[in-house]
């Protein structure tokens, strides 16, 4: 169902696209407006309209990860670094509502699921309200709620394995200042999955990790879940990570089935910096490529 009342507003300033925006629906509950770049014909158009119909889960599960409500926003799908199977990433201009909520999503033919996984993944970074974005511990959180939401769908992103081929170094108890480094997000995508193997569901962990904003760690963050020192962190995940058979994806300690079952049930419970993109290893990265 469409919503003409929001077709009366033109097409917002995108981040980097600049052709035509066809406007092609708005979700249910009016809360996401969906574009696509005509030129890219049928395929492009079916991704935009799996979005439109998809849109309002993707919401709610954010929501109910965070626990805050979420903001209209708009999103166009096109060849985002002139990829068109998701590759390219999704950006938007800065991570709150406000100045952040034109979304642009790499079409990925035939696959909409990733485009739904990589709409979550700037989504999240909305409901930073600015606080995370920009460093390896926003970036990590958001990987992480596109993974929950999105169904896994964008496994060829992972950066943990990256992390472990580089030796394991300490992101821990420094947080690395940027979203670009694989390697640091890499550790905050392992000691994500960890955190939740202690028993701490993502809808815990991120409100956590918004209120310790860009200069928290990840050890002041197991500090605050678990109310044990912080100097415990990474001596304990560091070991805990050496003894598994290998680390070959994002979710090395096989948590994600269990956080995406709590994010369904926790829907009900829900009464929002810097630029960013998600993309492969991250090529280019003030905006999520």
Known sequence: MSHPLR?????????SYTGTSQYVGTSSSTQVAVYVDPSLGAPALQNAKDLVADADRVVKANNAIFGTPSEAVDVIIFALGGMTDGTGGADHNACDYTSGGAIEVCASFGN?????????????????????????TGEALSRWCAAVVGNNALADFATAPAWAKKGMPDFVDKTDGTDQNEVSTGCGMAFLSWLQK????????????????????LAQLYATLTSSPQSEAWPKFNAAARALPGI?????FGTKASSERHARLSTRRVPTATAKTIGKPMPNRSRRR
């Open 198 to 217: 202690l028993g701490f569901s993502l809808n815990k962990i991120a409100p956590a990790m918004v209120k310790l904003g860009a200069v928290g760690t």
């Open 7 to 15: 077709r009366i507003n033109p097409a917002p300033q995108w981040p």
């Open 248 to 252: 070959t994806n994002d979710d090395p």
């Open 112 to 136: 909409s699921a990733r485009v739904s996984a990589l709409f979550e993944a700037e989504l999240s970074e909305c409901s930073m309200g600015g606080n995370l974005c920009g460093v390896s």
